[in-house]
């Protein structure tokens, strides 16, 4: 399977960093976008082009890449950012969605 | 504001056939590419295809190829996702979610509330 990995699990204390990974050559050779998706809802993009935030998008999220690893940053986490996370990449004219992290705040 | 409104929950027997909606507004809806994503249960996002509904060109992903018919319908600015003969694994939430800017290497950037597929016997 080509798709990004991402760690299948993350947890965060209230108000500290959370860094979710998503790595693999798909992540190297394009961009990189990154969906949260909390429960029972739709998916919400929240980074695109790697560290571009859509309008709204608190700046405690930020992006980043380097090489083949993308890296989705949540600072001051707070409990409204327990969700399940998404990175994004293109690959042979189709959208890759990676595994998937679950992000719990403690 | 930008809306995609998708059609609602729908409970089929294997083997019928079922097409779901995905209804855009706050935007000029023949300018942007349409995409569907499919979550099963309790797992991650897979993207099944797109259709620009300015000339409904069509792009599916290999999974999906055959399995599935994506459409639209620019003078009510819906696209469709259809199925002609229902499988039990085709149980799963489906969404419509609209393409940004940019077709080659893009983002979905706003998404339909999901339409909830239910195939079983």
């Known amino acids: 399977s080509n798709k990004p990995t991402q760690p299948l699990s993350v947890s965060v204390a209230l108000g500290q960093t959370a860094r979710i990974t998503c790595g693999g050559d798909?992540?190297?050779?394009?961009?990189v976008h990154w969906y949260q998706q909390k429960p029972g809802q739709a998916p919400v993009l929240v980074i695109y082009?790697?560290?571009k935030r859509p309008s709204g998008i608190p700046e405690r999220f930020s992006g980043s890449k380097s090489g083949n690893t993308a890296t989705l940053t949540i600072s001051r986490a707070q409990a409204g950012d327990e969700a399940d996370y998404y990175c994004?990449?293109?690959?042979?004219?189709?959208?890759?969605f990676g595994t998937g992290t679950e992000v719990t705040v403690l | 504001e930008v809306q995609l409104e998708q059609s609602g929950a729908e409970v089929k027997e294997p083997g019928e056939s079922l097409k779901i909606s995905c209804k855009g507004s706050?935007?000029?809806?023949?300018?942007?590419?349409i995409g569907w994503v499919r979550q099963m249960p309790g797992k991650g996002l897979e993207w099944m295809g797109i259709?620009?509904?300015?000339?409904?060109?069509?792009r599916y992903s290999p999974s999906f190829q055959g399995q599935v018919t994506i459409s639209a319908d620019k003078s009510i600015n819906t696209a469709y996702l259809q199925w002609s003969s229902l499988k039990a694994s085709d149980t799963a939430m489906y969404y419509c979610?609209?393409?940004?800017?940019?077709?080659?290497?893009?983002?979905?950037?706003?998404w339909g509330q999901g339409t909830l597929v239910t195939v079983s016997s």
């Open positions: 979610a609209r393409l940004g800017q940019w077709l080659v290497d893009g983002d979905f950037d706003y």
């Open positions: 082009r790697n560290n």
């Open positions: 994004q990449g293109w690959d042979s004219n189709t959208y890759v």
């Open positions: 259709v620009y509904p300015g000339d409904s060109d069509t």
């Open positions: 706050g935007y000029k809806f023949t300018s942007y590419w």
């Open positions: 798909i992540v190297g050779s394009d961009n």
